[in-house]
């Protein structure tokens, strides 16, 4: 016994260990439940000149398009639809000249096919957000909730463009924790 009571003494003595970067598990996300900026696809033709100001209009009318895309997905997937439409019914006028802007880029950058193309990206954009809803697993509905609870917020339709593109706060990556004693 006298032995044991050495050692916890001597052990009590030791001098701390080496600090070790790890990565803490991370925090559930909360927030934007999709890619804050959604690519708009290329022309399929050099012919079609796009300007500064023109790629700024579309880009905007894409991010919006698809947040509304990713509220549809959490509805259906968490049973949300009352939050899905109050939030098209107060942004619909909006939501729908969005639409008409992305409309009109495949129109003009696909010609005759370009309705074709939409109904192409706008699948691929909502199963892309199907799959990112199972990547999260239980945390997405937690998240639809706070994207939810975020949109419902806002008063106007300068808002919501904002929102849409608004990137998503950081998360830092590593913490230094003391590798004897577990803390930072």
Do not use: W
């Amino acid at each position: 016994m006298a032995i044991g009571l050495t050692m916890l003494t001597l052990a009590g003595c030791a001098k701390p260990g080496p600090v070790v970067e790890i990565a803490p598990p991370p925090p559930p996300p909360v927030g934007h439940i999709y890619p804050t900026m959604v690519a708009v696809p290329a022309p399929t033709t050099h012919r079609v000149r796009i300007t500064p100001a023109q790629e700024a209009t579309y880009q905007q009318a894409f991010n919006v398009i698809g947040l509304k895309s990713a509220l549809m997905v959490g509805a259906l997937s968490c049973g949300q639809q009352s939050q899905y439409d109050t939030f098209m019914s107060t942004f619909q006028p909006h939501i729908l000249a969005e639409q008409h802007v992305m409309d009109t880029y495949f129109h003009r950058v696909g010609g005759g096919a370009g309705q074709s193309r939409e109904d192409d990206f706008v699948t691929l954009l909502a199963n892309n957000q199907s799959v990112s809803a199972e990547t999260q697993g239980s945390f997405f509905c937690l998240n639809t909730s706070a994207e939810f609870k975020a949109v419902l917020a806002l008063q106007t339709p300068q808002a919501l463009d904002s929102f849409a593109t608004a990137q998503p706060p950081q998360v830092p990556t590593t913490v230094a924790y003391a590798a004897t004693t577990g803390q930072p």
